[in-house]
Structure formats: structure tokens, C-alpha cells
């Protein structure tokens, strides 16, 4: 692969989930940011991944997970350790999570040439990487669109304050962002899903697209307001959900050529977040972060 034929670079963490269930542990490639790599290579999107990855065992597993799904994995850096996060099932599906992170990026690592660089989770505000993906966002290319998904942990956050600063800075820089009802209650406590939409797009960003469970989506670029309902399905569990729908997303953004704000109407922004509906839906239909191949979601 050719630096010109990269659709997508995605830089965070990735690292293995040892997931609880029932009793039983298992040990599952995660990320947030390795899991929107991998569904965007089983959609067909040419995607680079920049994360750090150990050189031990659980880092063997997320490389072949990562490869086997067509991820560049020529600027991962290499680690002597994978990070893990302990992810704990409850009843309804959904996850707790204990994280043991390591991420430490150098001052300008190698980022491959792309059409997107999409940035988010705890590689996007935990230092002291996130001062390396901060300043890759600002300053990207000319024409290099950013996409951005805070997938906020709360327990890894120590000052508020600060917290939501550097979220707003990197909405701010960025072309399209999703947040997930979880990550706006934290941003905005008590704020409606429209307000916390508005406010996205007052800062700067594009795209805003909020996820609200088993409500479904809600989005605005512009003038266009779009809000629809998830597909009705019946629920492994949640992991990945939330980055299958970003991976999709993106992959849906490609159709509108990368529009944004009032060049992006109605029907474009429709089809995007019915896309990563549908591929959110498939995601939680099965354990773990398993995100939908191309021939598994019907063409827009």
C-alpha cells in the first residue's frame, strides 16, 4: 500500500480487553481507536493505524486482529508492553471497564499520508500522548479533513475542567465529531441532546453527531437536522458498539466526498448515521468489539 491510496489514518490507543463474563475471563483485541481501524478496513476503506503495541503476546493477538481485517500497521510503534483494559458485563450487555494504559507517543511520530485522520478515546486526552495527537490535528495537511470521537472514561480523568478543555479544542479542530449520550452528560451535565449538539457546532466542528443507545442517533451539519431510531436487535453485549458506529460513520462520509456543514444536507447526513445504525446493530448482535464486514451491511 502506497501512502497516496490511505482513505483513513486513526491514531490512539489500542489494547487488549480481558473481558468478565459469567465468571470467565477472555482476553478480546480493543481499543477504541483499533476497533474503528478494523471496521473501517473490513469496509473496504484503506486505513492506517498509529498506536502503541507491545512486543509480547497480547500484542501478537491485536496485530493479527488488526492485519486479518486489512489495517496498515507500518506506523505502530512498538512497545514492551500491550496495555489491557478488564471489561465486566452486566446484565443488560453493557461494560465497566479498569484500564492499564501506557501512552507515551514520541514529539512527531510518523502519521502516513491520508484523506481523514480520525483521533479519539483515551489516546485523545490522556497524557502525555495527547499532546502529540493535539498537535497532529492542528496541524494536519491543507485539505486533510479530522474526525474526532472522545469515548470519555471518567475514572481516567482527574480535573474536569481541564478535561473538557482539551475536548473542546480538538471539537474545535475538528471537521466531524461523535460523542455518545454517556460522553455529553460527562462534557455537559444536565444539557438536552440538542443543546449539546448546537454546542459542538458553535465551537467549530462540521459534523456532529450524537449516539443515544437504544434511542438511536441524532445529527447536525448546517441547516440539516437528522434524528432516527436504532435497529431493533437482540443485545450480546455493547463493547465496540459505539466504535462500529464511528467506523461506519466515516466510511458513509466518503460518499458526500467529505462534506460538511451547510454543503451537507439532509439526505447525505441520513444516509451516514443510518449506516452506522445499521453497523452499530451488528456489532452488538455478538460479543465483543466484532464490527461488521462490508458484505454485512446493505450498500447506501
Request: aromatic content about 4%; proline content about 6%; glycine content about 8%.
Amino acid at each position: 500500500m502506497t501512502e497516496a491510496e490511505r482513505d483513513v489514518v486513526v491514531i490512539g490507543e489500542a489494547l487488549v480487553d480481558v473481558v468478565s463474563r459469567y465468571g470467565r475471563a477472555s482476553a478480546m483485541p480493543g481499543g477504541s481507536p483499533l476497533n474503528v481501524a478494523v471496521g473501517l478496513g473490513r469496509l473496504r476503506r484503506a486505513t492506517s493505524l498509529v498506536a502503541l503495541i507491545g512486543e509480547d503476546e497480547f500484542g501478537e493477538l491485536l496485530r493479527r486482529h488488526a492485519e486479518a481485517s486489512g489495517v496498515d500497521l507500518s506506523a505502530v510503534i512498538p512497545a514492551p508492553r500491550t496495555s489491557r483494559a478488564v471489561a465486566s458485563i452486566r446484565a443488560d450487555g453493557a461494560a465497566t471497564y479498569e484500564f492499564d494504559i501506557d501512552w507515551t507517543l514520541p514529539a512527531a511520530p510518523m502519521v502516513p499520508r491520508s484523506r481523514v485522520v480520525h483521533v479519539g478515546s483515551i489516546g485523545s486526552w490522556m497524557d502525555p500522548g495527547a499532546e502529540a495527537v493535539e498537535k497532529i490535528v492542528r496541524q494536519r495537511p491543507r485539505g486533510v479533513k479530522a474526525s474526532f470521537d472522545p469515548n470519555v472514561r471518567p475514572s481516567l480523568i482527574n480535573d474536569h475542567a481541564a478535561g473538557v478543555a482539551r475536548i473542546e479544542r480538538l471539537i474545535a479542530d475538528a471537521d466531524l465529531v461523535k460523542l455518545s449520550d454517556e460522553d455529553a452528560e460527562w462534557l455537559y451535565p444536565g444539557r438536552r441532546p440538542e443543546d449539546v449538539l448546537h454546542r459542538l457546532c458553535e465551537l467549530g466542528t462540521g459534523v456532529a453527531v450524537m449516539t443515544l443507545g437504544a434511542r438511536g442517533a441524532m445529527a447536525y451539519a448546517g441547516a440539516a437536522r437528522v434524528e432516527l431510531p436504532a435497529s431493533s436487535t437482540l443485545v450480546a453485549d455493547t463493547i465496540g458498539a459505539g466504535d462500529s458506529f464511528m467506523a461506519a460513520l466515516l466510511d458513509a462520509w466518503f460518499a458526500t466526498d467529505l462534506r460538511t456543514g451547510t454543503d451537507l444536507g439532509d439526505a447525505d447526513l441520513t444516509a451516514m448515521v443510518r449506516r452506522a445504525l445499521a453497523a452499530s446493530a451488528v456489532t452488538v448482535s455478538r460479543p465483543g468489539a466484532d464490527p461488521p464486514w462490508s458484505r454485512e451491511l446493505v450498500p447506501n
